[in-house]
Each structure stands twice: as structure tokens, then as C-alpha cells.
């Protein structure tokens, strides 16, 4: 039949929401990391957590989106 696309498996789709979650919250872990070794040695205590942990935050969910997103022709990139 024409027009049907063939899904990826459930599991590589599992793989790949999954990926992207762990990227998430690891890049948030990492800066908050960051954050505090920098707030320890400047005893800024939490101002650079706290900005880590919304540059983490950003940085992870942008990844997401960026690769979250269908491809232009997956979807007719919203024409019609």
C-alpha cells in the first residue's frame, strides 16, 4: 500500500525517549556538579548551583528538542 511508513520497533523507540531523558538529567547533574565546586571555591554558596542547575536544565532540554524533533519530511514539516 502506498503512504504507509514503516514504525521503528517499540524498543528502539524506548531506546531513544529513554537516551534522551538520561541526557537530560545528567546534564543537569553535571552543571549542578560544576555549580557547587565552583560555590565552594569561590563561597558563593548556592548562586553558581543554582545557575548550573538552570544551565543543565536548558542545555539537556535543547538537546531534546533538537533531537526529539521529526525530520522535515517525516511529517510534511506542516504543510497542507
Known amino acids: 500500500m502506498r503512504g504507509e511508513e514503516k514504525r ?3 524498543p528502539a523507540e524506548l531506546g531513544r525517549y529513554l537516551g534522551a531523558g538520561m ?11 560544576v555549580g557547587l565546586k ?12 543554582l545557575v548550573g542547575a538552570f544551565v543543565g536544565a536548558g542545555a539537556g532540554l ?19
Open 8 to 10: 521503528p520497533s517499540l
Open 23 to 33: 541526557t537530560w538529567a545528567l546534564s543537569t547533574l553535571l552543571f549542578v556538579w
Open 38 to 49: 565552583v560555590d565552594g571555591w569561590l563561597g558563593t554558596r548556592p548562586v553558581a548551583t
Open 62 to 80: 535543547y538537546w531534546m528538542i533538537r533531537h526529539l524533533q521529526p525530520a522535515d519530511g517525516d511529517r510534511g514539516a506542516g504543510k497542507g
